[in-house]
């Protein structure tokens, strides 16, 4: 799990990956923040126990965090960067399921077809996060070396 910037275990199709995906969620958490705010207070479920401004607006600052830290991180710190994405996309999940079933429009998703794709996207963003900072092979390896020590 300490892989250098560059090295071996890091491609380039998996730097340009993880900035991709951190431009997207930077994109993302400043939409939270300022023009796109009412169509994520659209999003939050209404069984969530807690204030939706608060909820969009701490989402909106993990994702400008998430974010920053995908284009920022090296080594190791990737790796758990890449999980700390991936948790977050399964967070917020339930957001997305919860659109879907009550049928609950925004950012053009106004039909069942569009919120349907839209949450079949979601377990392509948790594999993005967990691939393109090595956080998936990374798990793999440790796995491999834990299963080796204890054959041994």
Known sequence: M?????????????HIARWLLGGALIFAGTGHLTVGREEFLAQVPPWL????????VASGVVE???????IIAWGRW?????WAAALFFLAVFPGNIAQFTE???GFGLDTDLARGIRLLFQPVLVAWALW?????????????????????
Do not use: I, K, N, Y
């Open 49 to 56: 126990p807690l204030d939706p401004d608060f909820v969009v």
């Open 64 to 70: 400008l965090a998430l974010g920053l830290a995908l």
């Open 2 to 14: 300490t892989e250098t910037a560059h090295s071996p275990g890091s491609t380039w199709p998996q």
């Open 103 to 105: 049928g609950r429009d």
């Open 78 to 82: 990737r790796v758990w960067v890449g």
């Open 132 to 152: 393109s900072t090595g956080a998936w092979r990374a798990w793999r390896e440790w796995r491999a070396a834990r299963s080796a020590t204890m054959e041994a």
